[in-house]
């Protein structure tokens, strides 16, 4: 239960506009953030892995970053399936590009109702990409279920655009 309010309020920190930037603010919403991943908290997992893995300073920092990720797709959360496919499709030092991977992960989050899985899904089917046989009728129902998900919030997805903002 206190895990829970933990990230609760390092999320509140972490999106809250009318509070200073400040580095010690910054420091305690991390930290919190951490406390959380590290009891396992999912979601944590998820967001703070994808921020250690993308702005880690150290190889390490990726390394436990990726692994966080990993640890929330397997947990089941969404946005963490997404990051592990491309986490897989592109590779790195802990977790070398594994193409079958990343489909796994992208067709656990597309079938879940990540938009951004799906279109990617769509893509590979199309141009033939991360070992998928170009095919038409695959590419379809990938793009399908990606419009009818793409109302989503940009909040709710790891996009580009959600990434840039954090």
Same mark, same amino acid.
């Given at each position: 239960?206190?895990? *829970? %309010?933990?990230? *609760?309020?390092?999320e509140?920190?972490? +999106?809250?506009? @009318? #509070?200073?930037?400040?580095p010690?603010? &910054?420091?305690?919403?991390?930290? %919190?953030?951490?406390?959380?991943?590290?009891?396992? +908290?999912?979601?944590?997992?998820?967001?703070?892995?994808h921020?250690?893995?993308?702005?880690?300073v150290?190889?390490?920092?990726?390394?436990?970053?990726?692994?966080y990720?990993?640890?929330?797709?397997?947990a089941?959360?969404?946005?963490? &399936?997404?990051?592990?496919?491309?986490? #897989?499709? +592109?590779?790195c030092?802990?977790?070398?590009?594994?193409?079958?991977?990343?489909?796994?992960w992208?067709?656990?989050?597309?079938?879940?109702?990540?938009p951004?899985?799906?279109?990617?899904?769509?893509?590979?089917?199309?141009?033939?990409? %991360?070992?998928l046989?170009?095919?038409?009728?695959?590419?379809?129902? @990938? &793009?399908?279920?990606a419009?009818? +998900?793409?109302? @989503?919030?940009?909040?709710?997805?790891?996009?580009?655009?959600a990434?840039?903002r954090?």
């Amino acid at each position: 239960m206190f895990t *829970r %309010l933990e990230y *609760r309020l390092a999320e509140q920190l972490f +999106h809250t506009r @009318w #509070l200073p930037r400040s580095p010690r603010t &910054q420091r305690l919403t991390m930290h %919190l953030f951490e406390r959380c991943a590290d009891a396992g +908290h999912p979601a944590a997992l998820s967001l703070y892995g994808h921020m250690l893995f993308q702005r880690g300073v150290s190889p390490q920092d990726k390394a436990r970053g990726a692994r966080y990720v990993i640890e929330a797709a397997q947990a089941g959360n969404l946005k963490a &399936q997404y990051q592990a496919g491309r986490i #897989l499709e +592109h590779g790195c030092a802990q977790y070398p590009r594994r193409e079958e991977r990343a489909v796994t992960w992208y067709a656990r989050a597309g079938e879940s109702g990540h938009p951004l899985a799906a279109m990617r899904l769509a893509k590979a089917y199309r141009l033939g990409e %991360l070992g998928l046989p170009v095919d038409g009728a695959q590419a379809e129902r @990938w &793009q399908s279920l990606a419009d009818r +998900h793409a109302g @989503w919030e940009g909040d709710e997805l790891d996009s580009g655009t959600a990434q840039a903002r954090h």
